[in-house]
């Protein structure tokens, strides 16, 4: 084969495949914007869909009491005479978030300290897959647990004691406890709510420099003092945006505080002690919807999760905003 | 400047005649008039942007077909700028954007009707740092092009990936191994690999962005050697920061500086001869 | 001279003293985090171990063919099976994905390839992290007000809708995530041979990004597959397998959930049972699908399920 038939060969192909390569028209481009951009305002949709949907269904408890539903207490269904309050179940939903709050919060960052500081590669990259098991446990099997085996740990090991000892004096341990309160509820949260608070504040520590690590210990300081003093600053405001995730995570949760807060209604459900039995916003709804007696409680209970989903839009997006100024605000140090 | 405007369907043919380019734009002619070949691609007044600041001021020159080009000059000199627009890459950078003529055989490729994706199919690429598509084989990287672009004929498909790969010297090292994964090659290989990927589209002229600078010193030269062999096919452009490189490789050599074409010429007269100072004091290393 | 160096000395002990002092104070406190910091761990990993112990314990009797493909019998015979909530599980999570799945995956293709930084997408994304957190019984409701009320019967499309409503924002952030780490080079590559960008996206960065994407996906599967509170309201829940789209439904946590209500222990012990089912099938289902992914050259990474 000498260069020429070679050239030729060439030349015959690049003909060949001009011919083939014709000009692609523009539409399959713009058609795919079109689903892609499409999928994107699909998403945008939903969202104004459930605002839509909520706020059509709770017309009716509103424009029958107004904003009293938000401060009311009652919460009768029998006709005649009904009367629905958002405010113990919005207390309830407080309470146990508050109580998982202040369990969780410093665990989580307790474990999360641990796991980006102290423990070796080899020890914390399993212990970091264990904890994040956590979150892959469906809250149903947690409610499951909760109800059949740790209550009985925490009654026993917690409730008994504490109000056996300060029952009679201090107002906080006062009732009875059986275990189905909204101090379980608030400690089984807490455990649920540990891997969210736990990895993102992870996440933020490693992103720390280990310049100022070694900085601070250059010049003697102790891990601790070097956390204190290197480290925490720079994460504060996203530890914050983390806890307010987990808060979020927390508010919104249904069936696990259901199993076990003890399903109070009504004025009742305000907790009067850490073990009084209560409800949440969510856990209500569950209980009530498909045996609402009539439409205007049906509608009460769409309101309460009106309340709900305004409660938890405020925090996630206060934590979203929170962690984003962050991510911005990165230490002033050049690598 | 005559229009010689053609639409997308018309640029495919290779006999559309070069039409009058306005004589009052000085075109830099190569000073040792050998065996001149004809331009294959002329550039005029281009000038390129990013954002508000002005890349490339101005551009003339001539490509000649079968030939190796150089483009050389400092860093920021606008080499890459220059070479990126030539395949109208330049624009895809958020913000960029570009100006002027680029007539390819006659054709403007600026041109508003011309539809930039085309001119990639004419025109190749090949990069600094070896991208090869990572979750390919070797075959299917070099057939990429070609399948993607609608071909389905699976002879011509198998024929073209071997000569490619035969073109860009790769064939001998992978012919047993083709459905082996792209990445899995050594950093020269897969720069070959790039170079068959972008012979298989049967271009007519292959831009190279300092394809050598990632690579050591044996893999850089085995592509050098690749480069010479292609001129008889089709017409290179080369960037390279390496001059010794654009000495030993390129026909026809052009100098830049801050954005601007300071001179060009033929290879030997540029080394040996230049006629601008600033040629001069790059090429004995003064600066850059 | 010597009185100023005397004094130099001096100060230099008493620096050196008092640190030393504070520094045993200190090497405590040190003591005291890091057990602290141990602490908070063992409070994490015992209830997970509790947990696992009694559902394995609690459950691995009742774990028969018989129990996995009857319906259920009366609550207090402790006879009778999930079989209903398995399929029902199946179908409900199935169809929520693949409603969720291919928008997902466009929508986060959008914000990775085309859009820019723009109000829309800026909106997009604030949106998107929106609906992530938002709690599973609101979007129970939204599918009861927009599904069940419209269609007129409790029904599969309504859980389905309502789950794919939880699933999306998680494929759509996993989506984009993972196609953003794709380097440009590549496109860059795709571009230089002429290629549409539409197939560049499909065809070349999509399959690049594709472990992460089939990652996301199934977080997303696993985590709707184990949600109970959007279903109450929409799908229902029924002693009776599968009907009709337009039908109730069981579902495997709806079914525990209301086994666990009833007074009787031969039903707290189906509930355990149903439980470690629904772990196994869903630990059955990521690790099929890592397994086929695999296969084919992709590796699904380890992603965090936690903040999802």
Redesign the interface.
């Known amino acids: 084969m000498n260069s020429a038939t070679l050239k030729d060969d060439h030349q015959e192909r690049r003909k060949k495949l001009s011919n083939l390569l014709l000009s692609k028209k523009k539409p399959m481009d713009r058609a795919f914007f079109g689903i892609v951009l499409g999928a994107a305002g699909y998403t945008l949709l939903l969202l104004a869909l459930i605002v839509y949907a909520i706020g059509d269904g709770s017309i009716e408890i509103f424009s029958y009491e107004g904003l009293d539903f938000l401060t009311g207490t009652d919460w009768n269904a029998v006709y005649g005479r009904e009367a629905f309050g958002a405010l113990p179940y919005l207390i309830g939903t407080l309470v146990t978030a508050a109580i998982a709050m202040v369990i969780g919060v410093p665990v989580s960052i307790g474990i999360a300290v641990f796991l980006s500081e102290i423990a070796p590669p080899r020890v914390s990259t399993p212990l970091s897959f264990v904890i994040e098991l956590l979150a892959a446990v469906p809250s149903i099997v947690y409610g499951l647990w909760a109800l059949f085996v740790f209550r009985f740990w925490i009654v026993d090991l917690i409730e008994r004691p504490l109000y056996n000892a300060f029952g009679d004096w201090i107002p906080l341990f006062g009732k009875t406890p059986f275990g189905l309160d909204v101090f379980t509820a608030g400690i089984v949260l807490s455990i649920m709510i540990i891997p969210i608070i736990s990895s993102i504040s992870r996440e933020l520590l490693k992103a720390v420099p280990d310049t100022q690590r070694e900085a601070a210990y250059s010049l003697g300081a102790t891990r601790w003092e070097t956390l204190r003093i290197a480290v925490f600053p720079y994460v504060k405001s996203g530890l914050f945006g983390a806890a307010f995730l987990g808060l979020g995570r927390a508010v919104g949760e249904t069936i696990l505080v259901t199993m076990v807060i003890g399903n109070a209604v009504g004025i009742n459900a305000i907790p009067t002690s850490l073990f009084s039995q209560s409800q949440t916003l969510a856990s209500v709804i569950a209980n009530e919807f498909n045996e609402a007696a009539s439409s205007l409680h049906l509608s009460a209970l769409i309101g309460l999760g009106v309340v709900l989903l305004m409660l938890t839009m405020a925090i996630n997006i206060g934590g979203v905003l929170l962690i984003s100024r962050m991510v911005k605000v990165s230490p002033g140090v050049k690598e | 400047m005559s229009r010689t405007l053609k639409g997308p369907e018309e640029e495919l043919s290779p006999t559309l005649q070069v039409s009058k380019i306005s004589e009052s734009v000085e075109i830099e002619r190569p000073t040792e008039v050998k065996d001149i070949p004809p331009p294959k691609l002329s550039i005029r007044n281009l000038e390129a942007w990013f954002g508000t600041k002005r890349a490339l001021k101005g551009i003339n020159l001539d490509v000649r077909e079968n030939s190796i080009t150089a483009f050389i000059g400092p860093s920021g000199c606008g080499k890459t700028t220059l070479i990126r627009c030539l395949n109208r890459m330049h624009e895809m950078t958020p913000g960029a954007s570009a100006k002027g003529q680029a007539i390819l055989d006659g054709m403007d490729m600026y041109d508003a009707k011309v539809d930039p994706v085309t001119i990639k199919r004419r025109i190749g690429m090949v990069f600094q740092k070896p991208n090869p598509f990572p979750t390919m084989s070797i075959y299917d990287n070099v057939a990429a092009g070609l399948k993607l672009n609608g071909i389905k004929d699976k002879k011509l498909i198998d024929d073209i990936v071997r000569e490619s790969l035969e073109g860009a010297a790769l064939w001998e090292e992978v012919k047993n191994e083709l459905n082996k994964p792209g990445m899995g090659l050594s950093g020269g290989q897969q720069q070959r690999l790039c170079i068959a990927r972008a012979l298989a589209m049967q271009p007519e002229i292959l831009l190279m962005d300092e394809p050598t600078s990632s690579l050591d010193p044996i893999a850089s030269s085995k592509i050098e050697e690749l480069v010479h062999g292609m001129k008889k096919d089709l017409t290179v452009v080369i960037v390279t920061h390496n001059m010794q490189q654009a000495a030993r490789v390129s026909d026809f050599t052009a100098f830049m500086y801050l954005g601007e074409l300071i001179e060009y010429g033929d290879t030997k007269q540029i080394f040996e001869n230049p006629r601008m100072e600033l040629t001069e004091r790059y090429i004995s290393g003064k600066f850059g | 001279m010597e009185k100023i160096q005397q004094e130099k000395a001096n100060l230099k002990y008493q620096l050196q003293s008092t640190?030393e002092r504070k520094?045993s104070k200190?090497?405590k406190?040190?003591r005291l985090?890091?057990i602290?910091?141990?602490?908070?761990?063992g409070?994490?990993?015992v209830?997970?171990g509790?947990?696992l112990f009694?559902?394995i314990k609690n459950g691995i009797s009742a774990l028969r063919i018989e129990f996995l493909t009857q319906r259920p019998g009366s609550m207090i015979s402790g006879r009778g099976g999930i079989g209903p909530a398995i399929q029902g599980t199946l179908i409900t999570v199935g169809i929520a994905s693949i409603i969720a799945a291919?928008?997902?995956?466009?929508?986060g293709?959008?914000?990775a390839?085309?859009?820019?930084t723009g109000p829309l997408?800026h909106?997009?994304r604030?949106?998107?992290?929106?609906?992530?957190?938002?709690?599973?019984?609101?979007?129970g409701?939204?599918g009861?007000?927009?599904i069940v009320l419209v269609i007129g019967s409790f029904s599969v499309w309504a859980g389905s809708f309502a789950l794919s409503?939880i699933m999306?924002?998680i494929v759509?952030r996993v989506t984009e995530e993972s196609l953003k780490v794709v380097?440009n080079?590549?496109r860059?590559?795709?571009?230089?041979?002429?290629?549409?960008?539409?197939?560049?996206?499909?065809?070349?960065t999509l399959?690049?990004a594709?472990s992460g994407v089939l990652t996301g996906i199934v977080i997303g599967i696993?985590r709707i597959?184990?949600?109970?509170?959007p279903l109450?309201?929409t799908i229902?829940g029924t002693s009776l397998f599968f009907t009709g789209f337009d039908d109730p439904v069981d579902a495997l946590?709806l079914r525990?959930?209301r086994l666990?209500?009833q007074p009787y222990d031969s039903a707290?012990a189906q509930?355990?049972a149903a439980?470690l089912i629904?772990?196994l099938i869903?630990l059955l289902f990521s690790v099929t699908l890592r397994f086929l992914a695999a296969r084919k050259?992709f590796k699904v990474r380890?992603i965090?399920?936690?903040?999802l």
């Open positions: 640190m520094s200190k090497r406190i040190d985090v890091t602290f910091c141990i602490i908070c761990v409070l994490a990993i209830p997970l509790s947990i009694e559902v291919p928008a997902g995956i466009f929508a293709i959008y914000l390839e085309f859009a820019g997408p909106a997009i604030f949106f998107n992290d929106v609906l992530t957190g938002l709690p599973s019984i609101v979007l409701i939204v009861y007000i927009v409503i999306i924002p759509v380097p080079s590549i860059e590559a795709g571009h230089s041979l002429g290629i549409p960008k539409w197939k560049i996206t499909l065809h070349i399959k690049a594709f696993s597959a184990g949600e109970t509170a109450i309201m229902l946590p525990i959930w666990a209500s707290h509930g355990w439980a629904l772990i869903v050259g380890v965090r399920y936690s903040n």
